[in-house]
């Protein structure tokens, strides 16, 4: 059982940056596919981004391509989201989840679980305007 802790969430106006961390507890996270999702207020969870067990294959959603990038690091078992141009509409909680596959294809699953196998709890951005 692969456990997620995000981290660097909270406020920031619009316009501004944060970046997201997310670490596992167990080096198979080298071997897993990773995603970042949120959840606004009433809404519902939303696919944000994707990254491939290598680094080698990022996905984005339309909403953030071009403003947020999804990396890795897997020497110290870690996921980041680089998050930039914040707008109040990405004002969410962000959560990470893993994929006990190498390469995820986030187009084949939909809500509540995304097809993933591991859930973080979850981090909140709140993007003032």
């Known amino acids: 059982q692969v456990q997620l802790v995000e981290s660097g969430g909270g406020l920031v106006q619009a316009g501004g940056s944060l970046r997201l961390s997310c670490a596992a507890s167990?080096?198979?996270?080298?071997?897993?596919?990773m995603g970042w999702f949120r959840q606004a207020p009433g809404k519902e969870r939303e696919f944000i981004a994707t990254i491939s067990w290598s680094g080698g294959i990022t996905s984005y959603a339309d909403s953030v391509k071009g403003r947020f990038t999804i990396s890795r690091d897997n020497s110290e078992n870690t996921v980041y989201l680089q998050m930039n141009v914040l707008k109040s509409e990405d004002t969410a909680v962000y959560y990470c989840?893993?994929?006990?596959?190498?390469?995820?294809?986030?187009?084949?699953?939909?809500?509540?679980?995304?097809?993933?196998?591991?859930w973080g709890k979850g981090t909140l951005v709140t993007v003032s305007s």
């Open positions: 989840a893993a994929k006990r596959r190498k390469t995820y294809y986030y187009s084949a699953y939909g809500p509540p679980d995304y097809g993933m196998d591991y």
């Open positions: 167990d080096r198979t996270f080298s071997s897993y596919a």
